[in-house]
T-cell receptor
Framework: GAVVSQHPSRVICKSGTSVKIECRSL??????MFWYRQFPKQSLMLMAT?????????EQGVEKDKFLINHASLTLSTLTVTSAHPEDSSFYIC?????????????FGNGTRLTVT | TQLLEQSPQFLSIQEGENLTVYCNSS?????LQWYRQEPGEGPVLLVT?????EVKKLKRLTFQFGDARKDSSLHITAAQPGDTGLYLC???????????FGKGTKLTVNP
């Protein structure tokens, strides 16, 4: 069964609105979660590392004020796309894991398809 | 510059054929993982390799980690239509959990 749950799976919003995506680890605690973005027919690009109880670490070129990350508990991280624009339309995926050490596998959520109209 | 070069990018073969996907880098990785992703879903882990020269088998899939831990390959024997999907390699460096992904190989197995 799924070990990482992501919600919603699909969302359509109007330009200028904000959208929140949730990522939950099931049956385990995740001090670290990762958020990726995937454009059609392309690979996953890491956006940020979500750290429980502290600020997220953003990759170069990712606007932290636009993509707000909150990791308030050991089982939940949220990504909020603020003032969304059509170019933010993409497939957003979270991952969690590594609880057994650096080389233990990461588990991915099923992704969220965001469409901004 | 792509840290992990994955090839080929697209592969279309007939059922029963064999194929190999390559993942190459000039950097050393502490571990390398292979994932398979279906459209509209998240990647699903197939295997993790951590030791240089390591070979792991998963039914008709054989994974190898290079001796220098800079490259890896995925070999599929007697491919089936159910093997169709996007195959992604991803590497971790040092003690980090951060994964760097290759661009993926879109495999289509025709019946």
């Amino acid at each position: 069964g799924a070990v990482v749950s992501q919600h919603p799976s699909r969302v359509i919003c109007k330009s200028g609105t904000s959208v929140k995506i949730e990522c939950r680890s099931l049956d385990f605690q995740a001090t670290t979660m990762f958020w990726y973005r995937q454009f059609p027919k392309q690979s996953l690009m890491l956006m940020a590392t979500s750290n429980e109880g502290s600020k997220a670490t953003y990759e170069q070129g990712v606007e932290k004020d636009k993509f707000l990350i909150n990791h308030a508990s050991l089982t939940l991280s949220t990504l909020t796309v603020t003032s969304a624009h059509p170019e933010d339309s993409s497939f957003y995926i979270c991952s969690a894991g590594g609880q057994l050490g650096p080389n233990s596998p990461l588990h991915f959520g099923n992704g969220t398809r965001l469409t901004v109209t | 510059t792509q840290l992990l070069e994955q090839s080929p990018q697209f592969l279309s073969i007939q059922e029963g054929e064999n194929l190999t996907v390559y993942c190459n880098s000039s950097s050393v990785f502490s571990s390398l993982q292979w994932y398979r992703q279906e459209p509209g879903e998240g990647p699903v882990l197939l295997v993790t390799v951590v030791t240089g020269g390591e070979v792991k088998k998963l039914k008709r899939l054989t994974f190898q980690f290079g001796d220098a831990r800079k490259d890896s390959s995925l070999h599929i024997t007697a491919a089936q239509p159910g093997d169709t999907g996007l195959y992604l390699c991803a590497g971790a460096q040092g003690g980090s959990e951060k994964l760097v992904f290759g661009k993926g190989t879109k495999l289509t197995v025709n019946p």
